[in-house]
């Protein structure tokens, strides 16, 4: 295993704050401090200084060197580093460095719709396409889709809508959920947070359909998916009314690559589970209170259906979606609610008040067990209490000041032990995967745990809260094992070929890349895929991916992926100023 992985010398390859921290990595066999340079993009000095050598990271096993140019805050594009013969991809320095990555990162959510047009005038031709998988030939569609044979239920929904999950062409309520309250939070946090920027996600700010109507356009775009999200839910009337189907996908996985509209495969919904219940009940209450202002009969819509989730849930706590069933779309089994049961209840409290909310979140085992609530390794669609947490810590509600105390507690103490793995970590991200294992879909666990430092520094205003965000956004942009921007058209050295069956240019040169701002899941030492097995054997952790499209567990694009990072992008953007 002997990958190309350029210069050794790493930056972020996208650019710096003029005041945040600047940090880069030299890949040496060298354990003597040798002379970097820092040049501007006419090739002068700028500034100058001696690595410090770091010996192995544990990530990678590479032989290390530090570099700090942090004192360097003249706004330019064009700097590099150099040591020795060797120089580093260039980048910027200033304010504004992240403004594009803010859109394009929240963008990708329209370029992944199902069951309309994706417009070439919003986002360019080569991204256009038809509407997908609405009982068109060769589709079944998902405008009246019905369920599994295994498990009929005798009714049809009309499912249509809401983002494609991923590579593949499913729609998966537990994923959709956590991505959908993502973006929510990205909003909703600017409502509040010091130095926040309403405008930058406000009406006109992204390039929907929608752009124009007065609703920021973020919520717009979730509004897509929260339909979606209803629309899985269990008529009244019928057995286990009130719960989510737990997804719906094709019959069979189809080939890469496959237009939605040319998928031939029967679509098929699986049977209702507690957590997709949960995710429905938590997303939707969380959008029943930011779409109040805006459009007060979907807030009263939303609002209904996460009542009726929840109730649900809570008279079928354990139905449990079954490992087992991953043919033609993935499982997303998770035998453990507890955590989306604290969720769920938390977003209802915030956005009702109400006692009983109140108690079920006072009463869980998850409260005060921060530890929990905040994994070593990130939160993630099967733990995702930390979602209720960090909207308990800073949405206004009725907690008392001791228990408001005690959850912004329980983030400060999970951002203080992702702060000190990314102090650590010679590369500077704030990941420290139990059994340094890396796991299918890191890049996200790295932005997820960014999104707590984040929460922490609006909280505190501690500045290395703000600086380890910072390092995991030169994590992901390039100052990594890899050489490599895992975000598409950021950087020299960015990916290109995420495992996707639209955007499969890698296969068909008539297709395009996927679109500017789509995450690469990233390296995942498992190597859980045959293309992955066959090119990646040997690798060591941050160093197991490979740009392929056939890689699916180092190389897919997701919705939960991309969700963290168009979050983590607003808040460093906002960093810079308005
Ligand atoms: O993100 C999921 C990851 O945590 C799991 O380990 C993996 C295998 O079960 O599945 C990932 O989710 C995939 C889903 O099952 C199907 N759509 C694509 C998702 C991203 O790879």
Redesign the pocket.
């Known amino acids: 295993y002997d990958p190309d992985t350029g210069s050794p010398v790493r930056v972020n390859q996208v650019g710096y704050l003029p005041d945040g921290a600047k940090k880069g990595v030299y890949v040496t066999d060298s354990t003597e401090p040798v002379a970097w340079s820092l040049k501007d993009a006419r090739g002068t000095q700028r500034a100058s200084g001696r690595t410090t050598p770091l010996g192995v990271d544990a990530s990678s096993g590479q032989n290390v060197q530090s570099f700090d140019f942090s004192g360097v805050t003249a706004p330019g594009d064009g700097y590099t580093v150099t040591i020795g013969g060797d120089t580093s991809e260039p980048f910027a320095i200033g304010s504004d460095v992240y403004a594009e990555l803010r859109k394009d990162a929240l963008q990708y959510f329209y370029v992944e719709r199902s069951g309309i047009e994706i417009r070439g005038d919003l986002v360019g031709s080569a991204w256009a396409r038809p509407a997908g998988h609405l009982n068109v030939a060769p589709n079944t569609g998902d405008n009246g889709v019905t369920c599994v044979a295994a498990q009929p239920c005798g009714y049809t929904l009309n499912a249509a809508g809401g983002w494609y999950?991923?590579?593949?062409q499913?729609k998966?309520v537990v994923?959709g959920g956590i991505a959908t309250a993502q973006l929510l939070s990205e909003y909703e946090r600017t409502l509040t947070a010091p130095g926040a920027s309403k405008a930058a996600l406000g009406d006109g700010s992204l390039r929907v359909p929608e752009r124009g109507n007065g609703v920021p356009d973020i919520l717009d775009e979730a509004r897509w998916e929260l339909r979606f999200l209803m629309s899985m839910q269990v008529p009244q009337g019928q057995a286990l009314a009130g719960m989510a189907h737990h997804k719906l996908h094709d019959a069979q996985w189809t080939a890469l690559p496959t237009q939605p509209t040319a998928d031939d495969q029967p679509r098929e919904l699986h049977p209702p589970s507690t957590a997709a219940t949960l995710n429905l009940a938590a997303a939707a209450a969380q959008g029943a209170r930011l779409f109040r202002k805006y459009d007060p009969a979907f807030a009263d819509k939303l609002l209904a259906s996460a009542r009726s989730a929840y109730r649900a849930a809570v008279a079928h706590p354990a139905v449990y979606a079954p490992a087992s069933d991953?043919t033609g779309?993935?499982?997303?089994n998770d035998n453990n609610v507890t955590d989306e049961f604290y969720w769920a209840a938390a977003e209802l409290y915030l956005t009702t008040g109400e006692s009983s909310y109140r108690s079920a979140v006072l009463g869980s085992p998850l409260w005060g067990e921060g530890e929990d609530v905040f994994p070593q390794g990130g939160f993630?669609?099967?733990s995702t209490a930390a979602l209720g947490a960090l909207d308990l810590a800073t949405v206004r509600g009725g907690l008392t000041r001791t228990q408001l105390a005690e959850v912004r507690g329980e983030v400060t103490q999970a951002a203080d032990r992702y702060a000190a793995d990314a102090a650590d970590a010679a590369y500077g991200m704030p990941y420290a995967p139990e059994g340094g294992h890396w796991?299918?879909?890191s890049n996200s666990q790295v932005l997820n745990n960014a999104v707590v430092l984040a929460t922490a520094a609006d909280l505190t205003g501690r500045q290395k809260y703000r600086n380890a965000v910072l390092g995991a956004v030169d994590y992901v942009l390039g100052n990594n094992p890899m050489n490599q921007s895992y975000v598409t058209g950021f950087g020299e050295r960015s990916t290109q070929n995420q495992h996707n069956r639209i955007y499969a240019n890698q296969l068909d040169p008539d297709l395009a890349h996927p679109i500017a701002g789509s995450l690469a899941?990233g390296p995942d030492d498992s190597l859980?895929d045959p293309k992955a097995e066959q090119k990646l054997a040997g690798c060591v952790g941050a160093m197991c991916y490979i740009d392929d499209i056939e890689s699916?567990?180092t190389n897919?694009l997701?919705i939960?992926w991309n969700a963290p990072l168009s979050w983590v992008a607003s808040y460093v953007d906002d960093l810079g100023g308005a």
Do not use: Q
Request: overall charge negative; proline content about 0%; aromatic content about 20%.
């Open positions: 999950d991923a590579g593949d499913g998966y994923n991953s779309g993935g499982a997303y993630s669609w099967g796991v299918w879909g899941g859980e699916y567990s897919e997701a939960n």
